[in-house]
């Protein structure tokens, strides 16, 4: 199974509604996929020494990642980079087991911009990590008007998103066949 990750923890965020979307996308060309919401996260319980002592919510959010065929982020730009809470999530993530051959792809939305910045940043923490990135990235511009109480109305991103759906099908697909995804170079041969 595939996850979209809401990449903040602000509550009733755009990135929310966006990652619902894109969970939707999915499901109307047949594929059911989770969604994992920073909001629902425990971050209270943590010592901060990554790994060690994670918290039982976000640990099991990281297991569904270390399990699933790829992951989704839908992740708005803070501050020109991603949310500190995405960060603070992804330290956490056990490597290589969570990032190594793990199709990767990524939303972005903000201002001007669309969330370049972010994802940008996310690609090379995602690729320094051997993640596998799929390279048609979405870029929600303007978030604050295209985007009103769960309503995408900027058509053209709508466009895009349904084709990085088709496509990260087609690219997580592809892995899975020529056995190049997480669970196939896990297995001994």
């Not at 993530?93 to 939305?109: A, I, Q």
């Not at 309503?151 to 466009?159: A, C, E, P, Q, V």
Request: glycine residues 10%; proline residues 5%.
């Amino acid at each position: 199974m595939k996850y979209v990750i809401s990449g903040t923890n602000r509550p009733g965020s755009r990135s929310l509604q966006l990652a619902k979307i894109v969970q939707e996308l999915y499901r109307e060309t047949g594929e059911e996929i989770g969604l994992i919401d920073l909001c629902d996260l425990d971050y209270a319980d943590s010592t901060g020494k990554y790994g060690d002592s994670v918290p039982p919510k976000m640990k099991a959010a990281i297991e569904l990642i270390q399990a699933s065929e790829g992951i989704i982020v839908v992740v708005p730009e803070y501050n020109g980079s991603y949310p500190g809470v995405l960060k603070y999530f992804i330290d956490h993530w056990k490597y290589p087991d969570t990032f190594e051959f793990r199709p990767f792809c990524l939303v972005g939305l903000g201002g001007r911009f669309g969330g370049l910045r972010p994802v940008e940043h996310l690609q090379g923490v995602f690729g320094f990590r051997n993640a596998f990135i799929y390279p048609e990235r979405v870029f929600l511009f303007d978030a604050w008007s295209n985007l009103k109480n769960g309503i995408l109305l900027d058509g053209k991103t709508l466009d895009l998103l349904k084709l990085q759906v088709r496509g990260f099908q087609s690219f997580t697909k592809a892995l899975v066949d020529a056995k190049l995804d997480a669970s196939s170079r896990r297995k001994p041969i």
